[in-house]
T-cell receptor, first 114, second 113 residues
């Protein structure tokens, strides 16, 4: 099955600076890579996703890049704000072996320092 | 539009007790999932149902059973709860096929003592 590694586990940045979270995946058949934001005590919510036929996608201050050859993808948040503080999860969708569903990384706790 | 609704939100069980976590979605989604979330472990797939009438094991199915009652509802049952099953459980749904965005319920915090 798929295996997703996420780094770093904790990231502290000054308000206004950029934050980058990186993930690698193992299954070359994976073709969908979402990023979820989870605030304390809340459900995960999709913030951006990318498919394997695209190298980069942007949505205002958030961007995701995908390198299929190296099997890694990254989340970039620019001009960070206090409300960006949360745990971020990357995920990959695998479709082999009759299984379905997302495989998640272990999460990155992003702390925005005022 | 409620999206994905889980019940209960909190539950405390004694070791050996059984219980069923309920999940319902009103988005006419085909696929439904149960995940557990443990500190530092991310979300791990327990079981999923690609469509009404089908269920399959995920990464951590031991100690759990599921039922896809109809297109809307997907329940998770713990037959004999163990302390290792203390976790936050999330139900999710997707339209299925190439439509892969997952919508999550609000979670059930389960403690087994």
């Amino acid at each position: 099955g798929e295996n997703v590694e996420q780094h770093p586990s904790t990231l502290s940045v000054q308000e206004g600076d950029s934050a980058v979270i990186k993930c690698t995946y193992s299954d070359s058949a994976s073709n969908y890579f979402p990023w979820y934001k989870q605030e304390l005590g809340k459900r995960p919510q999709l913030i951006i996703d990318i498919r394997s036929n695209v190298g980069e996608k942007k949505d205002q201050r958030i961007a995701v890049t995908l390198n299929k050859t190296a099997k890694h993808f990254s989340l970039h948040i620019t001009e960070t704000q206090p409300e960006d503080s949360a745990v971020y999860f990357c995920a990959a969708r695998y479709s082999g072996g009759g299984a379905d569903g997302l495989t998640f990384g272990k999460g990155t706790h992003l702390i925005i320092q005022p | 539009n409620a999206g994905v609704t889980q019940t209960p939100k909190f539950q405390v069980l004694k070791t050996g007790q059984s219980m069923t976590l309920q999940c319902a979605q009103d988005m006419n989604h085909n696929s439904m999932y149960w995940y557990r979330q443990d500190p530092g472990m991310g979300l791990r797939l327990i079981y999923y149902s690609a469509s009404e009438g089908t269920t399959d094991k995920g990464e951590v199915p031991n100690g759990y059973n599921v039922s896809r009652l109809n297109k809307r509802e997907f329940s998770l049952r713990l037959e004999s709860a163990a302390p290792s099953q203390t976790s936050v459980y999330f139900c999710a749904s997707t339209r299925g096929g190439s439509q892969t965005e997952a919508f999550f319920g609000q979670g059930t915090r389960l403690t087994v003592v």
